[in-house]
């Protein structure tokens, strides 16, 4: 059976097979390497970059839209979360079903009106473009999240969710 964590010499930290660089402390584990994919599902996780997916453009909202604004839109664009953005653009939360059924369901009536900053989940966890979808499942697993930011040259350029990667590997198990 093949390798399914590559531990970096220099910190000791367990990365996902197919790692370029240590998560952890940045250190290049090309040369660590002697994991071989064994089938076309295993060689897409490694090799296929977020990039290839279907990005969905992500609803953006100030930190200071009232929840039930971004409810609505959330339904009217028929997606799980929405991306919160200051004046400049810069990502200062995400805002999702979990967050809306944990923190705002239990008293909407009472919060239906207040700003979303104080029920969006900040830090927000980013990937770029170009990294392998190992490490969307990766954060995605490790985090408990569904939908993940992705960003190109610095820029919020989407949203990749769970939904997506499951239609692209069973793509992929349909091909091979």
């Given at each position: 059976?093949?390798?399914?964590?590559?531990?970096?010499?220099?910190?000791?930290?367990?990365?996902?097979?197919?790692?370029?660089?240590?998560?952890?402390?940045?250190?290049?584990?090309?040369?660590?390497?002697?994991?071989?994919?064994?089938?076309?599902l295993e060689w897409s996780v490694l090799n296929d970059r977020i990039d290839r997916l279907p990005l969905r453009?992500?609803?953006?909202?100030?930190?200071?839209?009232?929840?039930?604004?971004?409810?609505?839109?959330?339904?009217?664009?028929?997606?799980?979360?929405?991306?919160?953005?200051?004046?400049?653009?810069?990502?200062?939360?995400?805002?999702?079903?979990?967050?809306?059924?944990?923190?705002?369901?239990?008293?909407?009536?009472?919060?239906?009106?207040?700003?979303?900053?104080?029920?969006?989940?900040?830090?927000?966890?980013?990937?770029?473009?170009?990294?392998?979808?190992?490490?969307?499942?990766?954060?995605?697993?490790?985090?408990?999240?569904?939908?993940?930011?992705?960003?190109?040259?610095?820029?919020?350029?989407?949203?990749?969710?769970?939904?997506?990667?499951?239609?692209?590997?069973?793509?992929?198990?349909?091909?091979?």
């Amino acid at each position: 059976m093949g390798r399914t964590k590559l531990l970096c010499t220099a910190c000791g930290y367990e990365n996902l097979a197919g790692a370029e660089i240590c998560l952890r402390c940045g250190v290049p584990l090309v040369h660590e390497q002697n994991y071989s994919p064994r089938n076309a599902l295993e060689w897409s996780v490694l090799n296929d970059r977020i990039d290839r997916l279907p990005l969905r453009t992500p609803v953006r909202v100030l930190p200071q839209t009232p929840v039930k604004e971004v409810l609505k839109a959330m339904v009217d664009r028929k997606t799980g979360c929405a991306v919160v953005v200051d004046e400049r653009e810069e990502l200062v939360g995400i805002f999702t079903e979990r967050d809306a059924l944990l923190k705002v369901s239990e008293d909407l009536d009472a919060r239906r009106d207040r700003p979303v900053s104080e029920f969006m989940t900040a830090p927000v966890q980013c990937l770029d473009a170009d990294d392998c979808l190992a490490f969307a499942v990766h954060r995605m697993d490790v985090g408990g999240y569904r939908h993940i930011p992705i960003r190109e040259n610095g820029r919020l350029v989407g949203v990749v969710s769970t939904r997506e990667l499951l239609r692209h590997f069973a793509e992929v198990l349909k091909d091979a």
